[in-house]
């Protein structure tokens, strides 16, 4: 049959390296000595020529059709040939005319060693059974005794048959291989085993075995497996002797369960399969790219408060972490207590928004330093108007003390005393006394809060969809004529003072309540909050401190 182009082996895939094909090869020139062989010259790439160990066949029956004679012939064509860039030695079986293997070395593999080959090889006359898998182990017990793992090491049988004394050859193919050794195996004229052979050649890691009935094919073969030996693979090294590492290596096709894709060579190994159809990594806690390993991305893209590129940390639950690195620190600010894109001021626009489940807040900057989120925590209902446990409902199972009843305002109401209520209170018609309601009923999203509508919050974001900022003093949205102060707070802030001023088209309700409905009632609209509101058992301490903290913050600004 026709000689084939045996495989060589590939270096196992490495799994960590994700991104795109471009990146990853523009990453591996960028990696200093170790990433940039391939471009390196003279004075960085060493040519480690292979050592190459002849196993020929020198059984009785090599003497028939002059078998010998075309394999002496055929050895002394390839080692002229590739002398200067392999180690050429030569090792025989039997040894003893039978099936013995000792002292089977002719020739050890050595620079320039063809000649030795050669001088071996001449006034020979072979005689004895075949003992192929004893060869086998010699050949492995010469390659570790002699140690040169720096260079590829490879062993080349040549047999006119199968293994006619204690068998095994398959077996010592694979323990070569396994040991780092692959066999190379040709069979020479009509007589051999090809279940045998191929078997060796497949455990050996060269997938296939040659065949050849003359001198020529013997030749071909032999030229094909130099060729192979000294062809330039991804292993770290200068196979073909010109001064480059892993130099032009086409990328080798490849196939995951989201696609095709490609290995690349990169330092010396092939990449995992990626590129092509097979989807990027990503910080989502799925294995995107099918590699069976998610999120081995350690950082993801971001954008920092001042909408400068950054990445932040891939954390284990599969998400970014909150904080946003820059790429560029020096031109980024950041909290750090530094004027980092020197515009005179400090630490601005650092503070971002964060949650607490459904209850909204922010981390503040404070002296160059980070603060903790001042969301409120998720606790047991109060009667506040606000979600306090998280579950979509307000004030729902919330208890007052004596006779008093949570009212639609978020507030305790008490009964009323023969129709008369505290000042400030009416009684309403359910005999309990109510604050005062809104003129007008308020629009949704609104609330009515000191007979004003009002949109409660905690974080700006809640106030966009109204073009409005929050308030974190009074904790709701209000207008900011002169524009947002440093750190996104409102400079003279103005409540809404117009009940009848419409909710921006497809607004969702704020957190903290719905629109209220006629005489200020609140109406069955759930929606989440990060802190009581007036009158509430949470509202005055909340406030308090995060007024302190909006002080300190202004008071930092204005210093600076």
Known sequence: MPSPSPQRPHPRALRSLRGPLALLIALSAALGPSGARAQMGAAGAVCEQPNVLFVLDYSGSMNQNNKWGQAVDSLTQVTIAFDARLRFGIMHFPTDGRCGVDNALWSPVQP?????VRQKLMGRSPNGATPLGRAVREARSYYNALND???KNIIVVISDGGDTCSGGEVNEAREAFNQGYPVYVIGFGQGVNPQS?????REGGTQQYYQADNSNQLFAALQTIAQNATSEVCDGADNDCDMLIDEQLAPVPCETMCGLGEKLCVNGQLSSC???LIPQESCDGSDNDCDGVADEVETAPCTTADGQPGSAACLPEGRPADECLPDNPDRTEVCDGRD???DGLI?????RECNIECHYGRVLCVEGQLLSCTAAPVTEETCNGFDDDCDGLLDEMATCVGGEVCGPEGLCLQPCASGECPVGFRCGADDYCHPPACPTACPQGFRCLNQECVVPCSVTSQCEAYGMLCDFERRVCARDPNGPASGGAVDGPGVLDAPGTPAAPGAPPAQGGAGAAPGGAVSTGASC????????????????ALGVLWLLSRRRRLGA
């Open 112 to 116: 320039n060693g063809g000649a030795a």
């Open 149 to 151: 793992r720096a260079r």
């Open 197 to 201: 052979l191929q078997g060796m050649a």
């Open 274 to 276: 990626a590129g092509g």
């Open 340 to 342: 980092n894109d020197v």
């Open 347 to 351: 630490d601005e626009q650092t503070e």
């Open 529 to 544: 909050a990060s802190a009581a509101g007036a009158g509430g058992a949470r509202g005055l301490p909340f406030a308090l």
